[in-house]
């Protein structure tokens, strides 16, 4: 037996946050690779070992993840009727259970928590979504007993898009997220009906039986089935069921019975009611919570007739609030002739009440993604050939990328990293340049910057500019840098919020460079600065391939344009030149080419033909592009072997579920 275990919260916190990051890091990217036809599906990987590069190898295409392609999910219990759910309990384990069911109803589909299950008796009436939107109301009771808190819908396009005939989408319902009520209570169980609560009665007010001389707190039980023992209904609660005063509620706090009438005394004024208000009376029910709660719990026990007066149910008017500890009793007296006290216990509600966090209440340990392949993807993909093998890929490099920029000053330097910023000003700083010294001559916000905070430091005429790295923090108005800053004079001092960084591997002209190693966040608009040179430039366009493109795919095979000199390549086989070798993934073109080749050894160049080992055609290179991602660059976090799936210039569609199981 393991000493400890991983808790079922936590495991569904880690979906949470995975699903979060792949929703909102911008930085997944769903791939297709391996023209190679493979039954096999791979092992879990581990990017570390050899074993894991034949997939980095075989990637062709990929797309970025949007975050409306991204859903937790739960397992999909469609209602079926004549089946026993399992009631909601704070005490039991519910994951693995028909807890909740789901609905299709008016083009949605409408989940239902099932918090009381009517003793464990089969459900036969299904939860009905008209009765929320007609009533304003998430909690209700079908007439089968069930007890069912409406949780949120799905409509048919994201039932489309993210569910499966094994697992469902769980959408946000931020109305039922805004009533949601902490420390209240929704369901009182019952774990012993007990006997003979004959203190009930229900019936009609007539005009004569409202208050009583005047007294707005007295009224007459003109009912026969009345008790004439005093104190019979002491301590039950009236409810007021239809008629003038609907809803209204109050407590007894004597019952008497004289020749001219049986009374009760109420503890406070009900609305103005009038003749054919109907009444309830039942045993009342006493929560008894520590002090914490703020808003108390009012609740009756109704009484079965038919079962000895046991009862059946614990109708809860007001759920309470904030409640960290409770216990519940039925309120009867001496008078009352109970055989058997019930034993009931409230169900505390999921931390923050229902409804509250539905992932976590419903056990989201699934994330399910839903993403396509759009024909060409605005001519940045290719669409021929087939592919057979589908994954994710997290955080990937991209290489050979080509910014147009405005540029200020100074010039990139071959090798120097750059860095993405979006800068937040700190105040303005004078700077020792001999000893390293930044001293802040004014700011808002210098007590927050750490030591390894990265600085952007700027002459106030905007003439030069540098990054500069915090060494330590002397007070709250020094701080010493790495090293040396190239420039002195006051200047604007400014945290560089860092998004992303990259190489430079040519600095081209005045308004290009070359860069690699560059995480996807160099789009339009974006400033960047050399680390070395302290240039500073704003992306203009990007473009890889030869084509003007953002990061929102990649193109992972070689691909050169040429010519074909005699006959034409097939698709898959082997092309060589000097000892040099490729596969064919796809030509386009009969005699002008462009050539994508896939697990490549060497580079093909225009030195001299290539030539396909099968078709025994030849070709001339005269122009080559590498791969758009770094090699083997990011994390593969999933990876499966599908049948083969032919691009014609359709739109491929596909749905990976990752299952986070601890």
């Known amino acids: 037996m393991p000493s400890s275990l991983l808790t079922m919260k936590q495991k569904i916190s880690q979906c949470q946050l995975l699903a979060k990051d792949i929703a909102q890091s911008n930085s997944y990217y769903f791939f297709a690779g391996n023209i190679f036809v493979s039954n096999a599906i791979p092992e879990a990987l581990d990017t570390t070992f050899q074993t894991s590069i034949a997939p980095y190898q075989n990637m062709l295409i990929g797309k970025a993840i949007a975050n409306t392609d991204v859903a937790l999910a739960v397992p999909y219990i469609p209602y079926q009727t004549d089946t026993v759910y399992t009631a909601y309990d704070d005490q039991q384990e519910l994951y693995g259970n028909n807890f909740y069911s789901i609905v299709s109803e008016s083009s949605y589909y409408h989940l239902f928590k099932c918090l009381n299950n009517n003793f464990g008796n089969p459900s036969t009436v299904s939860p009905d979504f008209s009765v929320v939107a007609n009533s304003n109301i998430s909690v209700f009771q079908t007439s089968d007993n069930y007890t069912w808190k409406y949780m949120y819908s799905v409509s048919n396009s994201q039932f489309n898009k993210f569910a499966s005939a094994t697992y469902f989408p769980v959408i946000a ?242 090798g120097e990293t750059v860095a993405a910023i979006s800068p937040i000003r700190i105040g303005t700083g004078t700077i020792n340049t001999t000893s390293a010294v930044l001293t802040l001559t004014s700011s808002d916000i210098r007590t927050t910057i750490p030591a390894n905070a990265l600085l952007y430091l700027e002459l106030q005429d905007g003439s030069n500019q540098q990054l500069a790295l915090v060494n330590s923090v002397v007070n709250s108005t020094s701080l010493t840098l790495t090293s040396n800053a190239n420039f002195q004079n006051t200047v604007n001092v400014f945290l560089a919020n860092t998004l992303g960084t990259a190489v430079v591997t040519s600095p081209f002209d005045v308004n290009h460079v070359y860069i690699t190693n560059v995480n996807p966040v160099f789009v339009s608009n974006v400033t960047f600065i050399g680390f070395g040179s302290g240039k500073k430039a704003t992306v203009n366009t990007v473009s890889r391939n030869g084509v003007t493109k953002g990061f929102g795919t990649f193109l992972q095979t070689f691909k050169y344009t ?67 991602l770094v090699p083997f660059s990011g994390d593969i976090i999933y990876l499966e072997n599908i049948s083969s799936t032919n691009r014609t210039g359709n739109t491929e569609t596909f749905k990976i579920s990752i299952n986070i199981d601890g």
Do not use: W
Not at 572 to 600: D, P
């Open 173 to 414: 319902n931020t109305t039922i997220q805004a009533q949601a009520v902490a420390g209240s209570f929704d369901v009182i169980a019952i774990d012993n009906p007990g006997q003979r609560y004959d203190n009930y009665i229900t019936g009609q007010f007539g005009g004569a039986d409202l208050r009583i001389n005047g007294n707005t707190q007295l009224f007459n039980i003109s009912n026969t089935m009345a008790s004439v023992v005093n104190n019979f209904y002491t301590g039950c609660l009236m409810y007021i069921s239809s008629g003038s005063g609907a809803g209204a509620f109050c407590n007894i706090v004597n019952y008497i019975c004289t020749t001219n009438g049986n009374f009760i005394v109420t503890d406070s004024a009900l609305p103005a009611l009038t003749n054919g208000s109907r009444y309830e009376i039942y045993p009342a029910v006493n929560v008894v919570g520590d002090g914490n709660q703020t808003v108390n719990v009012v609740a009756r026990a109704l009484v079965n007739a038919l079962s000895s007066n046991s009862i059946y149910s614990i109708d809860i008017i007001k759920g309470g609030q904030n409640y960290t500890f409770a216990t519940a009793n039925v309120i009867y007296n001496a008078t009352v002739p109970v055989q058997t006290p019930t034993v009931i216990r409230p169900i505390y509600a999921p931390p923050g009440g229902h409804g509250a966090d539905a992932p976590t209440e419903l056990g989201a340990q699934q994330i399910v993604i839903s993403t396509s392949f759009q024909n060409s993807e605005s001519n940045t993909i290719f669409t021929t050939n087939d592919y057979n093998q589908i994954g994710l890929l997290n955080t990937p490099l991209f290489a050979n990328v080509y910014i147009n920029h405005a540029t200020t000053n100074g010039t990139f330097l071959v």
């Open 562 to 628: 040429g010519n074909m000199v005699a006959g034409q390549f097939v698709q898959g086989e082997k092309l060589q030149q000097n000892g040099k070798t490729a596969y064919v993934h796809s030509v386009v073109g009969n005699t002008s080419i462009t050539l994508y080749t896939t697990n490549c050894v060497g580079i093909f160049d225009s030195s001299s033909p290539i030539q396909g080992l099968t078709s025994m055609a030849t070709a001339t290179i005269s122009n080559k592009y590498n791969p758009e």
